[in-house]
């Protein structure tokens, strides 16, 4: 939490995805909520249109040949690739065409809803039901297109690392999320520093492009709302709080004092 001119900023670490037997927030976040009278996650969920963020896929998402991704992994790698396209049921022709950050997508949302966790259920979409039954105000700090555009932009030695990095993810078990997830309901950072930002440790380009920039640009965002009338709930995903280039560390670093939120 950090204290404005007359007002509060509330920052919190979030979990995209959470189980139906396990999707209660957190009581800390629920106190937090309550007290705030407006809303700010990475992108603002009651404006997102589905039906455009498919069709940035389809524009940008593609090889121009139909065997794009096959050339650039090679015959070894595109052959490990058939077991987690047949596991997500995903025809090798349409895979073939995509680009690596695509295809990453693509399987991520598979495998995660075949681990039984559920987008709906997952804080950002809990916490935007909340404050639409509410009418508080809601808005983002970047939009989907922004988002994707950033995988994007990778060049495809990024993508690619990219798609080794979420193939990595997907071998975790359900006891691995399970240590996560309790890791972060019960606020122990170094745990999650741990889990969630070593699969970086050795592509420091990746981190620089998909988190860390965007860390940076958010901390004027969130300073602008200090000072104002109302008090914010900013939540972000919890991989960008953690660490020496968190939004928390270069909010400290703009020599802003947080201090931990207890819920009484």
């Known amino acids: 939490m950090i204290r404005g001119n007359g007002n509060r900023v509330y920052i919190a670490g979030s979990m995209h995805l959470l189980r ?15 007290d705030a009278e407006a809303l700010v996650m990475e992108i603002d969920l009651d404006d997102v249109d589905p039906a455009a963020a498919a069709r940035f896929v389809l524009d940008h998402g593609r090889y121009p040949r139909p065997d794009g ?3 650039a992994l090679g015959e070894a790698r595109w052959t490990g690739l058939q077991p987690w396209l047949a596991r997500a049921g995903f025809p090798a022709e349409a895979a073939g065409g995509l680009e690596p950050w695509a295809l990453a997508l693509v399987l991520s949302a598979s495998e995660m809803t075949r681990a039984g966790l559920e987008p709906g259920l997952g804080v950002e979409e809990q916490l935007k039901a909340l404050a639409e039954a509410d009418g508080k105000q809601i808005t983002g700090l970047e939009t989907p297109e922004f988002q994707l555009g950033l995988f994007d932009a990778l060049g495809e030695a990024e993508q690619l690392k990219f798609l080794d990095l979420t193939l990595d993810d997907l071998e975790r078990t359900p006891a691995d999320f399970d240590r996560i997830s309790a890791a972060w309901r019960t606020a122990d950072t170094a745990a ?4 969630l930002l070593e699969g970086y440790s050795g592509l420091p380009e990746l981190y620089e492009a998909v988190v860390y920039r965007r860390n940076a640009n958010w ?3 969130v ?9 914010y709930l900013v939540v972000v995903g919890a991989l960008h709080i953690v660490g020496e280039r968190g939004l928390v560390a ?6 802003l004092r ?7």
């Open 219 to 221: 901390v004027p965002r």
């Open 223 to 231: 300073r602008a709302l200090l000072g104002r009338p109302d008090d």
């Open 258 to 264: 947080i201090e931990p939120f207890r819920a009484h």
């Open 250 to 255: 270069l909010l400290q670093d703009e020599g």
């Open 192 to 195: 999650l520093h741990d889990m």
């Open 20 to 34: 139906a037997g396990d999707a209660a927030l957190p009581i800390v976040l629920q106190r937090a909520y309550q």
């Open 69 to 71: 991704l096959r050339r």
